[in-house]
Antibody
Framework: VQLVESGGGVVQPGESLRLSCAAS????????MDWVRQAPGKGLEWVAV????????FSADSVKGRFTISRDNSENSLYLQMNSLRAEDTAVYYC??????????????WGKGTAVTVSS | AIQMTQSPASFSASTGDRVTITCRAS??????LAWYQQKPGKAPKVLIY???TLQSGVPSRFSGSGSGTDFTLTISRLQSEDFATYYC?????????FGPGTTVDIK
């Protein structure tokens, strides 16, 4: 069971970035998936979740209207489209597995994270 | 959003100590509470879910209790590999929220 994030980098304020998470070793299409971030030296902040079938999505107020979570079950992949990036979005972004067919669940598998830096 | 608080924010302990960390939710989250351990530069790892269920593969020296708004994580006998930061998280309602973390370091 593995999650591998990619797509992080350094961008300027106002720019966009798309993060990806490749899943393997489990039935991806059956699980809710989350994004969680951690700013340098700070705690964990939940960002967004998507149901196993992609029909239900929720996001944190801090990213609502700017970030969009999506998934491609045929590719076993999770995505986070981040637009209008701000300095405060600078963080390591983790992909995490939620529940099987359940949107209200803890996160039991985590990727190693991908770093996003927003700076002019 | 449901606010999560933890106490203490940090403390020093010795190998073999019994350690208790407290987490409080600003409103009832039933048993929809998880505990995670994170070491520097690493991803979080779930220890406990549903307030008191031990995640598969996690040593039995870790235990969780509580329901409603008050929860505790206990490490019965601290081992060297347990020095880390611990976070509680509610998944009762969106947005999911984490506590600010409790760092356990070596005395």
């Amino acid at each position: 069971v593995q999650l591998v994030e990619s797509g992080g980098g350094v961008v300027q304020p106002g720019e966009s970035l798309r993060l990806s998470c490749a899943a393997s070793g489990f039935t991806f299409s059956g699980y809710t998936m989350d994004w969680v971030r951690q700013a340098p030296g700070k705690g964990l902040e939940w960002v967004a979740v998507i149901s196993y079938d992609g029909r239900h999505k929720f996001s944190a107020d801090s990213v609502k209207g700017r970030f969009t979570i999506s998934r491609d079950n045929s590719e076993n992949s999770l995505y986070l489209q981040m637009n209008s990036l701000r300095a405060e979005d600078t963080a390591v972004y983790y992909c995490a597995r939620g529940g099987f067919g359940e949107v209200y669940s803890h996160m039991d598998v985590w990727g190693k994270g991908t770093a996003v830096t927003v700076s002019s | 959003a449901i606010q999560m608080t933890q106490s203490p924010a940090s403390f020093s302990a010795s190998t073999g100590d019994r350690v208790t960390i407290t987490c409080r939710a600003s409103q009832d989250v039933s048993s929809y509470l998880a505990w995670y351990q994170q070491k520097p530069g690493k991803a979080p790892k779930v220890l406990i879910y549903a307030a008191s269920t031990l995640q598969s593969g996690v040593p039995s020296r870790f235990s969780g209790s509580g329901s409603g708004t008050d929860f505790t994580l206990t490490i019965s006998r601290l081992q060297s590999e347990d020095f880390a930061t611990y976070y509680c998280q509610q998944y009762y309602n969106y947005p999911f929220t984490f506590g600010p973390g409790t760092t356990v370091d070596i005395k």
